[in-house]
């Protein structure tokens, strides 16, 4: 029964590129969420989409910042013109339904380096 | 805005002293989750506590939620050096579901 998956695992860019890290839910998982962990720092929620919808985007920069999860193939977050801030370990998590009682599964998470 | 402070930031024990996070809401909560997380690993949820003053264990991990549900605490007894890692508490956002507010965290060292 594979978990959450997440590619690539480590990525680097320089800056001004396009990042597009790419998330797997669980089988049967319908939920989709995108958090970001600074170095020595907790997880920031970006984004929660459900296939085909974006439910809560209230974490994601205006900017640059996008997220899809269509309804085949995997969940992107794509980030435009990387800056060194952008440097970071992105999760993804996916639950099988909405609602507060539900835990996140997490993938192994991207670590997004921009040089 | 909501927030979940969470202490310490930082805990070095000795192997088999034992340690405890503190996790605190502004807001009454619905439930708080526990995620641990490994060192270049990423969280692993532990538990999840609903009822007010609820008490859970496993093994040597005791997790509490208060009675104003607006607290809760993690408690390792004789750490060993398999608990390293970073201990989250966390929260849905205005008690609705799909975000979750994560404290900051606990990293936990263990000196053999």
């Known amino acids: 029964n594979a978990g959450v998956m997440q590619n690539p695992r480590h990525l680097v860019r320089r800056r001004g590129q396009e990042a597009r890290l790419r998330c797997s839910p669980m089988k049967g998982h319908s939920h989709v969420y995108w958090y970001r962990q600074l170095p020595e720092e907790g997880l920031k929620f970006m984004v929660y989409l459900q296939k085909e919808n974006i439910i809560d985007e209230s974490g994601m920069p205006k900017e640059r910042f996008s997220a899809e999860f269509p309804k085949e193939g995997p969940s992107i977050l794509r980030i435009q013109q990387v800056v060194r801030g952008d440097s970071a370990a992105y999760f993804c998590?996916?639950?099988?339904?909405?609602?507060?009682?539900?835990?996140?599964?997490f993938g192994p998470g991207t670590r997004l380096t921009v040089l | 805005g909501q927030q979940v402070m969470q202490i310490p930031q930082y805990q070095h024990v000795q192997e088999g002293e034992d340690f405890t996070t503190y996790c605190n809401s502004s807001t009454t909560l619905s439930n708080i989750q526990w995620y641990k997380q490994r060192p270049g690993g990423h969280p692993v949820f532990l538990i999840q506590?609903?009822?007010?003053?609820e008490v859970k264990k496993q093994k040597r991990l005791t997790f509490q939620f208060g009675e104003a549900k607006k607290n809760s605490s993690l408690h390792i007894t004789a750490t060993q050096t398999t608990d390293v890692g970073t201990y989250f508490c966390?929260?849905?956002?205005?008690?609705?579901?799909?975000?979750?507010?994560f404290g900051q965290g606990t990293e936990l060292s263990v000196k053999p």
């Open positions: 966390a929260a849905p956002h205005d008690n609705q579901g799909g975000k979750l507010i």
């Open positions: 998590a996916s639950s099988p339904l909405a609602g507060i009682y539900n835990e996140q599964f």
């Open positions: 506590l609903v009822k007010s003053g």
